[in-house]
């Protein structure tokens, strides 16, 4: 039996989350064929040194020529220009998708250059690693993951049901939101989240009274669980920040907001204060384990990744 | 061959750090007999089914009798309590320290009770993991990690060397450090990550526009890392910003300064800048995986972990 759920597939974009879905589509078969486009000449070599498709095309407008499932996995703020490139070679019927960590941006970019007789459906996939490249990507990223659909409406149902299904075959769970909530969430879920992890370790690196080489030895006190996320692709994360600035500037005010109040707190000595808010937060821990979006082992396992060197 | 260093090692706080401590001394052997104790009768209770020691007191007045050398390993708040209860029963030469997060006040609090003919010198392993008490301890858990001590100005040379020899014994490195000095390191490496980390999950949980689910369901894309060091004890926390308030508050504005430049940047739409940061902050991650401190998986080697399952 066969699993293809797509004659041909473009991939436009190679890096983390491109070259994951194309692992995924070979490890699973899904495709009569891969097309993987990308701008950078190096990466598009890289990736048909790790074999990641079937043809490899510099031009994003020939890739897309006949394919029946378009996936864009760029940098969010180069939406509107892949969009106008391989606008005119799409396929009458085809899927146009993306994996944009903003949405209404990303629609605003890519829908006006959309023909009528494709169905564009914005997506976004929840999952990733600080890692960035072709290199980075591995067959299995999404599985137990959510990935959001914000489908615009109008929607041809049939052609959501097989980008649906695309997504199941890759092992995700399917949401469906509204562009400007997934926009609000992702902005507290993940785009403040990266701008504090990046902010404290500048801080960090700033210090004159406390040297870079103490902050890098002592780091297991904390420190470095900020590290990772701070070391996400710079480019993919300036243009989040850019593309979602409403909703980001909402969460940063009630951050330091939140953060004033602790401060005062500290400041003043009012124990109490900071022992309801610390014992509160526990709680949120054991949910997201419960739920299955973290492992359940103390450190993230890694005394017991050190001892097996 | 014996390794026994001394002859007898009381234990007073057997949490995550003193059972961790309590493991390692029986698995090498560093001890003749273990005596444990701790305030609270149940988790004595749980030390003695663990058999973490040798025998088991309430009393830490009980306990230091005899003992050759003293952990104390108690939320760093209750040191003045502790150092009071256990003063005028300790041997003569005998060695006392502990493994309290903030230095100054941990000597403020424990000196003017230490007898002039025992060894007080206060340490601090930077090693732990978001699970508290007696089970959460293991063995190993502070090797290849810092130990830093803090000794006082003519603090016996021989003393120091075995208290050194301790720590290395249990797979410590050892660096020495002025206690002032210690607490800005540990503000900036430990409690203000642990405070924006219980920051950033209080504000998320406060939100009206985003539900609680929402924020479990997606938070793999970044706010989970935040979360477990949020889920760390609350009292140890509770007391450690209450007494490092000086250094703790100076970091808090230096972080606060740079977070209300990012805004600012967000807001303006000035991508160089958000850029530069974010390349920048790349390079400390690198630096700590170089240095050994961290696990060189991206994310943390979580998705090697769910696919044993």
């Not at 990303?106 to 929840?126: E, K, L, N, S, T």
């Not at 997504?167 to 504090?196: F, N, R, T």
Request: charged share 25%; with cysteine; aromatic share 6%.
């Amino acid at each position: 039996m066969s699993n293809v759920l797509f004659d041909r597939i473009a991939l436009i974009g190679i890096g983390l989350i491109g070259s994951s879905i194309a692992r995924d589509i070979k490890k699973h078969g899904l495709a009569g064929e891969v097309v993987i486009s990308s701008r950078s000449a190096d990466t598009l070599k890289r990736a048909q040194e790790l074999e990641l498709g079937d043809r490899y095309v510099s031009s994003a407008a020939d890739a897309v020529k006949g394919a029946d499932l378009v996936v864009v996995s760029v940098p969010v703020g180069a939406s509107a220009a892949v969009a106008a490139e391989i606008a005119g070679s799409l396929k009458q019927g085809a899927i146009v998708t993306d994996v944009g960590s903003t949405k209404a941006s990303v629609i605003a970019q890519m829908q006006p250059h959309m023909p009528d007789y494709v169905h564009f459906i914005p997506g976004h996939p929840i999952a990733g690693t600080e890692r960035s490249g072709p290199d980075a990507g591995f067959s299995g990223l999404f599985s137990g993951r959510w990935c959001i659909l914000t489908p615009l409406e109008g929607t041809d149902p049939a052609a959501l049901q097989a980008l649906k299904d695309f997504w199941m075959a890759l092992g995700s769970k399917i949401d469906e939101m509204d562009p400007l909530h997934h926009d609000k969430v992702l902005a507290i879920v993940s785009h403040l989240p990266q701008i504090i992890a990046y902010n404290i370790v500048g801080t960090a690196d700033d210090l004159e009274t406390v040297t870079e080489s103490e902050v890098i030895k002592y780091s297991a006190s904390g420190f470095r669980d900020f590290t990772r996320l701070a070391a996400s692709d710079p480019t993919m994360w300036r243009d989040v920040c850019l593309h979602n600035k409403d909703a980001i500037l909402e969460m940063l005010a009630r951050f330091s907001e939140d953060l004033a109040y602790l401060q005062r707190a500290i400041r003043w000595g009012e124990g109490d204060k900071l022992f309801e808010l610390f014992t509160r937060t526990r709680a949120i821990r054991r949910l997201i384990i419960e739920a299955g979006q973290d492992v359940d082992t103390p450190d993230f396992g890694r005394h017991l990744r050190d001892e097996k060197k």
